[in-house]
Each structure stands twice: as structure tokens, then as C-alpha cells.
Nanobody, 118 residues
Framework: QVQLVESGGGLVQPGGSLSVSCSASGTIYSIYLMGWYRQSPGKQRELVATVTSGGTTDYGASVEGRFTVARDNAKKTITLQMNDLKPEDTAVYYC????????????WGQGTQVTVSS
């Protein structure tokens, strides 16, 4: 089992920056893949960014170049730095963890709200 706790988020003006963090705990030594997904009302959950334990990253097309994901394997934490935020980035951001490469099971955090508005 993996428990994920997000922090950060909030309200920011367009063009501003914000970061969200996630900490994983549980009876697990390491986690293969950690990442962030987001969901806004009426839309499907979509990829924001993921990073493997080896440091390979993947970004959603709408955030590439503006968002940066980083993780600390020893601490089992992941951080998403969001720059040049746009109103369309408004969503609930969910932390995700997939512990094993050969097992598709994921764990999810409760989500944290990010609102971009003037």
C-alpha cells in the first residue's frame, strides 16, 4: 500500500507561478513512477507530468516548457513547479504513484486545487 499526501496549490494570477508537492509513505522501499494528473469539471483526468525513479520525464503537451517535475527518490517526494500559469490550468491536481514497472496498479492522492484567475 502507498499513501500519497499533496500540499501546495491555491489561487494564482495568470502568468504567475505555483508549486505542488506530494509525499509518499507506506510499506514500500521504492516507487518506479510518480507523477501528476489533473482534472477540471466536465473533463477527463489528463497527464500533467511523470518521472521515473531513473529520472525519465514525460509531460502533457499543454504544459511542456512551462511545468517542471522533480522527485527525491530517497524521500519519496515529487514536486511540480508550474510557471506561466494560464486560466486553462485551473484544475484539481492529483499525485499518482505506480510502484512497480511490471504492474499497472496506481495509487492516487486526494487532490489539491489550483485556480488561475485574475
Amino acid at each position: 500500500q502507498v499513501q500519497l499526501v499533496e500540499s501546495g496549490g491555491g489561487l494564482v494570477q495568470p502568468g504567475g507561478s505555483l508549486s505542488v508537492s506530494c509525499s509518499a509513505s507506506g510499506t514500500i522501499y521504492s516507487i518506479y513512477l510518480m507523477g501528476w494528473y489533473r482534472q477540471s469539471p466536465g473533463k477527463q483526468r489528463e497527464l500533467v507530468a511523470t518521472v521515473t525513479s531513473g529520472g525519465t520525464t514525460d509531460y502533457g503537451a499543454s504544459v511542456e516548457g512551462r511545468f517542471t517535475v522533480a522527485r527525491d527518490n530517497a524521500k519519496k517526494t515529487i514536486t511540480l513547479q508550474m510557471n506561466d500559469l494560464k486560466p486553462e490550468d485551473t484544475a484539481v491536481y492529483y499525485c499518482s504513484a505506480r510502484p512497480f514497472f511490471n504492474d499497472p496498479q496506481r495509487y492516487w492522492g486526494q487532490g489539491t486545487q489550483v485556480t488561475v484567475s485574475s
